[in-house]
Protein backbone atom coordinates (compact mmCIF):
# COMPACT_ATOMS: atom_id res chain seq x y z
CA UNK A 1 0.00 0.00 0.00
CA UNK A 2 1.48 3.41 -0.94
CA UNK A 3 1.61 6.31 1.24
CA UNK A 4 -1.01 8.42 -0.43
CA UNK A 5 -3.17 5.67 -0.10
CA UNK A 6 -2.02 5.13 3.69
CA UNK A 7 -3.16 8.44 3.66
CA UNK A 8 -6.28 8.65 2.06
CA UNK A 9 -7.18 5.54 4.65
CA UNK A 10 -6.50 7.83 7.43
CA UNK A 11 -8.11 11.13 6.79
CA UNK A 12 -11.31 8.96 5.61
CA UNK A 13 -11.19 7.71 8.90
CA UNK A 14 -10.71 11.07 11.16
CA UNK A 15 -13.61 12.38 9.36
CA UNK A 16 -15.96 9.68 9.75
CA UNK A 17 -15.24 9.77 13.25
CA UNK A 18 -15.44 13.51 13.63
CA UNK A 19 -18.28 13.02 11.64
CA UNK A 20 -20.04 10.95 13.96
CA UNK A 21 -18.96 12.64 16.67
CA UNK A 22 -20.96 15.60 15.71
CA UNK A 23 -24.02 13.78 14.96
CA UNK A 24 -23.82 12.14 18.48
CA UNK A 25 -23.89 15.89 20.38
CA UNK A 26 -26.73 16.68 17.83
CA UNK A 27 -29.78 14.97 19.17
CA UNK A 28 -33.54 16.22 18.87
CA UNK A 29 -33.18 17.66 22.90
CA UNK A 30 -30.07 19.83 22.07
CA UNK A 31 -30.05 23.30 22.61
CA UNK A 32 -28.24 23.72 19.74
CA UNK A 33 -29.47 26.04 16.76
CA UNK A 34 -29.73 26.26 13.10
CA UNK A 35 -28.08 29.21 11.14
CA UNK A 36 -31.45 31.42 10.22
CA UNK A 37 -32.63 31.08 13.64
CA UNK A 38 -29.67 32.27 14.92
CA UNK A 39 -29.34 34.97 13.08
CA UNK A 40 -33.35 35.82 14.00
CA UNK A 41 -32.46 35.50 17.31
CA UNK A 42 -29.31 38.00 17.53
CA UNK A 43 -31.37 40.17 15.25
CA UNK A 44 -34.63 40.43 17.69
CA UNK A 45 -32.30 41.24 20.76
CA UNK A 46 -35.13 40.47 23.08
CA UNK A 47 -34.12 38.79 26.82
CA UNK A 48 -36.12 35.75 26.22
CA UNK A 49 -33.96 35.34 22.67
CA UNK A 50 -30.85 36.10 24.62
CA UNK A 51 -31.78 33.39 26.76
CA UNK A 52 -31.96 31.01 23.91
CA UNK A 53 -28.69 31.83 22.49
CA UNK A 54 -26.56 31.57 25.65
CA UNK A 55 -27.91 28.17 26.29
CA UNK A 56 -26.90 27.74 22.00
CA UNK A 57 -23.65 28.92 22.36
CA UNK A 58 -23.04 27.38 25.96
CA UNK A 59 -24.05 23.38 23.93
CA UNK A 60 -21.79 24.76 21.02
CA UNK A 61 -18.94 25.47 23.36
CA UNK A 62 -19.26 21.92 24.52
CA UNK A 63 -19.37 20.53 21.08
CA UNK A 64 -16.48 22.29 20.30
CA UNK A 65 -14.50 21.26 23.30
CA UNK A 66 -15.38 17.16 22.90
CA UNK A 67 -14.05 18.02 19.09
CA UNK A 68 -10.68 19.32 20.86
CA UNK A 69 -10.41 16.61 22.88
CA UNK A 70 -11.28 13.85 20.07
CA UNK A 71 -8.39 15.42 17.83
CA UNK A 72 -5.88 15.77 20.82
CA UNK A 73 -6.62 11.45 21.30
CA UNK A 74 -6.13 10.46 17.53
CA UNK A 75 -2.92 12.92 17.62
CA UNK A 76 -1.82 10.88 20.30
CA UNK A 77 -2.67 7.41 18.78
CA UNK A 78 -0.79 8.71 15.51
CA UNK A 79 2.46 8.82 16.90
CA UNK A 80 2.16 5.14 17.50
CA UNK A 81 2.03 4.30 13.91
CA UNK A 82 4.73 2.58 12.64
CA UNK A 83 4.58 4.77 9.36
CA UNK A 84 6.84 7.49 10.23
CA UNK A 85 5.51 9.77 7.58
CA UNK A 86 1.58 8.88 8.63
CA UNK A 87 2.46 9.62 12.01
CA UNK A 88 4.04 12.77 11.64
CA UNK A 89 1.95 14.38 8.96
CA UNK A 90 -1.55 12.94 11.01
CA UNK A 91 -0.17 14.24 14.59
CA UNK A 92 0.13 17.49 13.03
CA UNK A 93 -2.75 17.49 11.72
CA UNK A 94 -4.76 16.56 14.35
CA UNK A 95 -3.31 18.82 16.90
CA UNK A 96 -4.11 22.11 14.80
CA UNK A 97 -7.45 20.83 14.44
CA UNK A 98 -7.92 20.38 18.59
CA UNK A 99 -6.11 24.08 18.45
CA UNK A 100 -8.78 25.26 16.30
CA UNK A 101 -11.49 23.62 18.05
CA UNK A 102 -10.48 25.17 21.46
CA UNK A 103 -10.42 28.51 20.21
CA UNK A 104 -13.91 27.89 18.83
CA UNK A 105 -15.06 26.71 22.20
CA UNK A 106 -13.39 29.48 24.45
CA UNK A 107 -15.14 32.25 21.54
CA UNK A 108 -18.49 30.62 21.87
CA UNK A 109 -18.25 30.24 25.80
CA UNK A 110 -17.59 34.18 25.64
CA UNK A 111 -21.22 34.40 23.81
CA UNK A 112 -22.81 32.31 25.97
CA UNK A 113 -22.17 34.69 29.18
CA UNK A 114 -22.58 38.01 27.17
CA UNK A 115 -25.94 36.75 25.87
CA UNK A 116 -26.91 35.46 29.57
CA UNK A 117 -25.94 38.93 30.83
CA UNK A 118 -28.18 40.26 28.30
CA UNK A 119 -30.90 38.45 29.22
CA UNK A 120 -30.92 39.78 32.56
CA UNK A 121 -30.85 43.34 31.50
CA UNK A 122 -26.83 43.68 32.53
CA UNK A 123 -24.45 46.10 30.38
CA UNK A 124 -22.21 43.45 28.28
CA UNK A 125 -19.55 43.50 25.77
CA UNK A 126 -19.77 40.88 22.78
CA UNK A 127 -15.79 38.96 22.34
CA UNK A 128 -14.22 39.95 19.10
CA UNK A 129 -14.26 36.89 17.23
CA UNK A 130 -17.82 36.59 18.23
CA UNK A 131 -19.34 37.67 14.91
CA UNK A 132 -19.23 34.57 12.67
CA UNK A 133 -20.90 32.40 15.25
CA UNK A 134 -23.79 35.27 15.58
CA UNK A 135 -23.74 34.67 11.94
CA UNK A 136 -24.72 30.90 12.73
CA UNK A 137 -20.93 29.82 12.20
CA UNK A 138 -20.76 26.03 13.50
CA UNK A 139 -24.52 25.27 13.17
CA UNK A 140 -26.34 22.60 11.90
CA UNK A 141 -28.42 23.05 8.43
CA UNK A 142 -32.04 23.40 9.19
CA UNK A 143 -33.90 20.65 8.47
CA UNK A 144 -37.58 21.00 6.06
CA UNK A 145 -39.55 21.09 8.66
CA UNK A 146 -37.39 23.62 10.48
CA UNK A 147 -37.60 25.87 7.31
CA UNK A 148 -41.68 24.96 6.90
CA UNK A 149 -41.74 26.03 10.28
CA UNK A 150 -39.73 29.69 9.64
CA UNK A 151 -41.76 30.20 6.73
CA UNK A 152 -45.23 29.63 8.52
CA UNK A 153 -44.47 32.09 11.23
CA UNK A 154 -42.40 34.79 9.79
CA UNK A 155 -43.72 38.06 10.54
CA UNK A 156 -41.45 40.17 12.06
CA UNK A 157 -38.46 41.65 10.01
CA UNK A 158 -36.05 39.57 11.88
CA UNK A 159 -37.95 36.49 10.43
CA UNK A 160 -37.40 37.82 7.01
CA UNK A 161 -33.89 38.53 7.15
CA UNK A 162 -33.13 35.15 8.77
CA UNK A 163 -34.49 33.39 5.41
CA UNK A 164 -33.26 35.78 3.27
CA UNK A 165 -29.38 35.29 4.45
CA UNK A 166 -30.28 31.47 4.21
CA UNK A 167 -31.88 31.95 0.66
CA UNK A 168 -28.32 34.04 -0.61
CA UNK A 169 -26.58 31.15 0.97
CA UNK A 170 -27.77 28.25 -1.10
CA UNK A 171 -27.91 30.53 -3.97
CA UNK A 172 -24.18 30.72 -3.51
CA UNK A 173 -24.00 27.11 -2.96
CA UNK A 174 -25.92 26.27 -6.08
CA UNK A 175 -23.87 28.78 -8.22
CA UNK A 176 -20.99 26.89 -6.67
CA UNK A 177 -21.97 23.39 -7.89
CA UNK A 178 -22.75 25.09 -11.38
CA UNK A 179 -18.85 25.65 -11.41
CA UNK A 180 -17.93 22.59 -10.48
CA UNK A 181 -20.09 21.08 -13.63
CA UNK A 182 -18.60 23.07 -16.07
CA UNK A 183 -15.00 22.23 -15.16
CA UNK A 184 -15.84 18.34 -15.30
CA UNK A 185 -17.92 19.50 -18.66
CA UNK A 186 -14.91 20.62 -19.48
CA UNK A 187 -12.53 17.70 -18.80
CA UNK A 188 -15.35 15.35 -20.34
CA UNK A 189 -15.78 16.84 -23.85
CA UNK A 190 -12.99 15.53 -26.41
CA UNK A 191 -12.46 12.21 -24.19
CA UNK A 192 -13.72 8.38 -24.94
CA UNK A 193 -16.87 9.38 -22.36
CA UNK A 194 -17.75 12.54 -23.69
CA UNK A 195 -21.33 11.66 -22.99
CA UNK A 196 -20.37 12.28 -19.60
CA UNK A 197 -20.42 15.83 -20.34
CA UNK A 198 -23.87 16.10 -21.42
CA UNK A 199 -24.66 14.97 -18.00
CA UNK A 200 -22.90 17.59 -16.46
CA UNK A 201 -24.64 20.20 -18.85
CA UNK A 202 -27.51 18.96 -17.22
CA UNK A 203 -26.64 19.43 -14.19
CA UNK A 204 -25.13 23.29 -14.70
CA UNK A 205 -28.89 23.85 -16.21
CA UNK A 206 -30.34 22.16 -12.59
CA UNK A 207 -27.69 24.23 -10.86
CA UNK A 208 -28.15 27.46 -12.02
CA UNK A 209 -32.21 27.67 -12.12
CA UNK A 210 -32.00 26.40 -8.53
CA UNK A 211 -29.34 29.35 -7.56
CA UNK A 212 -32.11 31.85 -9.68
CA UNK A 213 -34.78 30.12 -7.73
CA UNK A 214 -33.07 31.08 -4.31
CA UNK A 215 -32.11 34.74 -5.27
CA UNK A 216 -35.67 35.53 -5.90
CA UNK A 217 -36.36 34.03 -2.71
CA UNK A 218 -33.69 36.03 -0.83
CA UNK A 219 -35.12 39.41 -2.46
CA UNK A 220 -38.46 38.32 -1.79
CA UNK A 221 -37.53 38.47 1.72
CA UNK A 222 -35.47 41.35 1.66
CA UNK A 223 -38.94 42.91 0.52
CA UNK A 224 -41.13 41.65 3.02
CA UNK A 225 -38.22 42.67 5.87
CA UNK A 226 -38.87 46.03 4.82
CA UNK A 227 -42.65 46.55 5.49
CA UNK A 228 -42.65 43.79 8.08
CA UNK A 229 -43.24 45.38 11.72
Known sequence: MTTIRIHALAIGTLALLI????AAAQTAASPILNAPEVRRLVASAQPGD???LSGHFAALAERYAAEARRHTAMAKAFVGNPSRSLATGMSAHCTRLAELSTQSATTVRELAT??????????ATPPAAGARFEGGAG???PTDQELNA???K???PADHRALQEYFLTLAKRYTAEADE???????????????????????ISLSRDSAKDATAAAMMH????????
Do not use: W
Not at 19 to 22: D, E
Not at 114 to 123: D, I, P, V
Not at 222 to 229: C, D, F, K, N, S
Open 181 to 203: HVALAQAYRGTRIAQAAVHCDRL
Open 114 to 123: YHQKLASGAA
Open 19 to 22: LAGT
Open 139 to 141: TPT
Open 154 to 156: ART
Open 150 to 152: MAA
Open 50 to 52: NAR
Open 222 to 229: EQLAGIAR
